[in-house]
């Protein structure tokens, strides 16, 4: 699913709103969660999941074709770590495929 | 950890009734759904790519064998079905020169 296929599922939940409208929603809730992340926050959706940055160290990294060292920078790195609820639909989806199988 | 350094769904149905200048109802509602029109797509196998943000896809993981980190006790650990977030590289790039890295 892209952005604009999740765009169109909203308009047949909200026919009485406009695509640019539904568009723009998308567009607000996605840069809200990348602009709370730029500013070091978390960002908590109970049931879906949590997003958040995390640290990683600098470290001596290889190039596997050369295997010559390079120094890998500490960097920032965007993570998300799935909620309960959403891990358990997932699996429960799974379940249900392999009965049916 | 919770309190100012953590927004939830409340900050995101402010956001769009400010910005899009929907009712507080109708914003709240259309949160939801959309993070539940992700959870479904996910959950019905589909990956997500939303483009500028990130994708998240499914992966399928086997059955191996797990210990007790505690007791040492082998345990299988049952094939399940995982969910990756893969940041896209505008987000990874923002994370790392933006006030985010120094937090």
């Known amino acids: ?101 | 950890m919770h309190s100012m350094n953590t927004i939830t769904r409340v900050e995101l149905i402010n956001t769009v009734y400010s910005k899009i200048g929907l009712s507080k109802a109708d914003s709240g509602r259309l949160v939801e759904s959309t993070l539940e029109s992700v959870c479904k797509a996910l959950e019905g196998g589909e990956n997500v790519k939303l483009s500028a943000f990130g994708s998240f896809n499914i992966r399928d993981k086997n059955q191996r064998v797990g210990r007790n980190p505690k007791t040492g006790i082998e345990v299988p650990i049952t094939p399940r079905r995982v969910v990756t977030f893969r940041a896209s590289p505008n987000l990874k790039q923002a994370v790392n020169s933006g006030a985010g890295a120094a937090a």
Do not use: C
């Open chain 1, 1 to 101: 699913m892209t952005k604009s296929e999740l765009v169109q599922i909203l308009a047949l939940q909200y026919p009485d709103l406009s695509l640019k409208t539904l568009d723009e929603t998308v567009d607000a809730i996605l840069d809200e969660i990348s602009g709370a992340l730029l500013s070091g926050k978390r960002v908590e959706l109970r049931g879906f999941g949590t997003f958040s940055v995390r640290k990683r160290d600098a470290r001596i990294g290889r190039n596997p074709r050369t295997g010559a060292e390079v120094k890998v920078q500490a960097k920032a790195v965007p993570f998300f770590k799935p909620g309960k609820q959403l891990r358990d639909r997932l699996n429960a989806s799974v379940a249900q495929h392999r009965l049916a199988a």
